[in-house]
């Protein structure tokens, strides 16, 4: 079993739609949850940011964390034809090995017009 | 505020042959990250540069080695090319010596082709 379970899609809404992006993990020591977003020909760029469980916000894009679940989600509302891209989830611990950070293998994403 | 700039964006090599890698940091960040991202895949961590110091080392072979510079930037090295390493190599920087303490703001990549 991977560390992070990311699905690959591709997963192809229309436009206004709101989507979800999740991944799954199993190492419990993980703590630092990230989602990236890479375009086409472009290096991941950094969207969300979250530490523990929870949830943040900021604009369209909402991070959520459960830990108890070992699940995270992205949610984009009201998707615009240019968040077609692949999102990326990683995470980490806080200590010794867990420090490594860990990518999931991402999701494709194409929102139509 | 500047990016990380890499270069060359696109590159051919031929299996045994050496290549060099070059990126310039975020202005302001200290720290460089190399990573290698093949098709379909994360990116993997190759190491780090801190204070012109590697500190830190994923499972990559020797034959993969690099430099910081005074300024930041860095270079990554690859010998004895082989056709495995054909991929999109990243460079990130961040703030601090910690190799996975801070987010990480990538370049556009290389794509190197190893024929």
């Known amino acids: 079993q991977k560390e992070v379970e990311q699905d690959p899609g591709p997963l192809s809404v229309p436009e206004g739609a709101i989507v979800s992006l999740n991944c799954t993990y199993s190492n419990s020591a993980f703590q630092y949850f990230m989602w990236y977003r890479q375009y086409s020909r472009k290096g991941p760029e950094l969207l969300m940011y979250?530490?523990s469980s929870g949830n943040k916000e900021d604009g369209r894009f909402t991070a959520q964390v459960d830990k108890s679940s070992k699940y995270i989600s992205l949610f984009i509302r009201d998707s615009q034809p240019s968040d077609s891209a692949t999102y990326l989830c990683?995470?980490?611990?806080?200590?010794?090995?867990?420090?490594?950070?860990?990518w999931g293998l991402g999701t494709s994403l194409a929102v139509n017009p | 505020e500047t990016g990380v700039t890499q270069s060359p964006t696109h590159l051919i090599k031929t299996r045994g042959q050496q290549v060099t890698l070059r990126c310039s940091s975020q202005?302001?960040?200290?720290?460089v990250s190399w990573y290698q991202q093949a098709l379909g895949q994360g990116p993997q961590f190759i190491f780090q540069?801190?204070?012109?110091?590697?500190?830190g080392r994923g499972n990559f072979p020797p034959r993969f080695s690099g430099l910081q510079f005074p300024n930041y930037s860095s270079e990554l090295n690859v010998n004895a090319l082989e056709l495995d390493d054909s991929a999109l190599y990243l460079c990130?920087?961040?703030?601090?010596?910690?190799?996975?303490?801070?987010?990480?703001?990538f370049g556009n990549g290389t794509r190197l082709t190893v024929t």
């Open positions: 979250t530490y």
């Open positions: 990130a920087s961040s703030l601090g010596g910690d190799p996975f303490g801070s987010p990480l703001h």
């Open positions: 540069y801190y204070r012109e110091e590697e500190n």
């Open positions: 202005s302001g960040h200290n720290t």
């Open positions: 990683a995470m980490r611990g806080n200590a010794g090995n867990n420090r490594k950070l860990i």
